[in-house]
């Protein structure tokens, strides 16, 4: 029975663990962002440029572990260092859990969405499934003494790292994101007819004249005509039930001139080049080993009457400075941070948008020539 239990916490544990190593080394730029997040909140702005490092080191421990438990590799080890993280995270997520300052830990990346409460509840159990097996782990755990678990824990950190760093200088091999390939950005931005909208509840606090206590009144029974007792004081709007959330709600992009041209891009039935930079002034500075793939797309776009974008979200100062360094024909505008960062993890990134939809996305180390373009095009 002992055993039984231990060998079931054992591979639960693993199973969680590796899971949620692959779809954050799927994305290792998604958890620098959410590192960055973190950061922010807690005041340590400070670390918010070795995010990157913090991504590619827990992703690495986080799967590295989960496969030494599935394995039964080094299991005394690998308990250890997953106690260890349970230990530091369980509390931490407590606090995220009442604090709420970053409302998605992104403990399992883009993958799987938990709440701050579903999370702290998770590695609550987690909790007790490694502390089963550290306590067996004497009695249960296996360390071989030969050279196989040696090398299975090598090739686990090889892999661990190997995989991030393959998506990093790619793009995610899994896309878990809103704008992944195939999508209808269209369809993806729209409102059932039928779906749920936020419910709010409206407080107002009126103070009373003679007391100079404040009392909460809902909006019925508000006492706006008794001016001798009352005096109205603030208003608090409260979200009671969020309703429906498109899974693209901030897909916005305006011209340099400040004009809406988010609906001609969606609507428009031919194909699109996009370059998407963030942050314009590193982007440029790295497209330039790119300039023969970049102008012939310019002008293969021009000739057929199609459009070539530039998505940014920088200071139109930054845009200026270096938007002659773009090939000619091509339209800047200019969108959420946040959003951009969402629709491919490269800055630069190149997309391929047809009639709304997402036809392929390439990392600026990937950039497609002509014949990849007309291939899509088809």
Sequence with gaps: MKKGLYH???????????????VKAVDPVGTQIKFSDYFE????AFLMPYALIFSFLLNAAELTVGLMLLFNVFTKFANWIGLFFLLVFTPLTLWLAIANPVTDCGCFGDAVKLTNWQTFGKNVLLLLFILIIFFYRKKYGSDFKNKKPKILFAVFILFAFGFQFYNFYNLPIIDFRPFKEGTNIKKSIS?????????????????NLKTGKKKAFDINTIPYQDTLNWAYDTTITKLIKKGYEPPIHDFFLSDLRGRDITESILNDKRISCILIMPDFKKGIKRLQNYKKELNDIAFYTDYNHYHFYCFTSSQSSIINQYKNSLPPYVQILTGD??????????????VVLKDAKVLKKFHYYNIPNIKEIKNLNQ
């Design 8 to 22: 079931f916490s054992r591979i639960l544990t693993g199973l969680v663990f590796t899971f949620s190593g692959f």
């Design 41 to 44: 909140a807690m005041g340590l």
């Design 191 to 207: 409102f059932p007819a039928d779906a749920p909208k936020d419910i709010y509840e409206t407080v107002l606090y009126y103070k």
């Design 337 to 350: 941070k946040k959003m951009l960062k969402t629709f491919i993890r490269s800055n630069p990134g190149f």
